[in-house]
């Protein structure tokens, strides 16, 4: 709010929360995630390699069971910083490494 706004981080993905499948739950600890279902052409997913169908489990180290998770965390203090970025994709839970940028009005 020090700019007269809120600034927010944008990732450029769409998705919406599900239960993870057991092999997912037990390599996290979770029960649910965010199943990405579009990833925005040159958006900062793009750029960092997310797609559909992968399963997005938390952001710098804070777990994600549903979209509001997600929208909480993306204040701006991350716009320009490198997020980590926690996914379940085909068997494994990998980290990825995002470079938020600010979300257009």
Known sequence: MTEGRV???YLGIAGGSR??????????????????????????????????EDLL???????VANVGDL?????GDRIGRPVGVEVFRRGTVQSVSVLPTELPD
């Open 7 to 9: 600034r927010r981080a």
């Open 19 to 52: 239960p993870l499948p057991p092999k997912a739950a037990a390599a996290s600890g979770r029960e649910r995630g965010i199943e990405i279902l579009t990833v925005v052409a040159g958006s900062p997913a793009a750029a960092a390699g997310l797609r559909p």
């Open 57 to 63: 489990l938390g952001v710098d180290g804070r777990p």
């Open 71 to 75: 929208q909480r965390l993306m204040t």
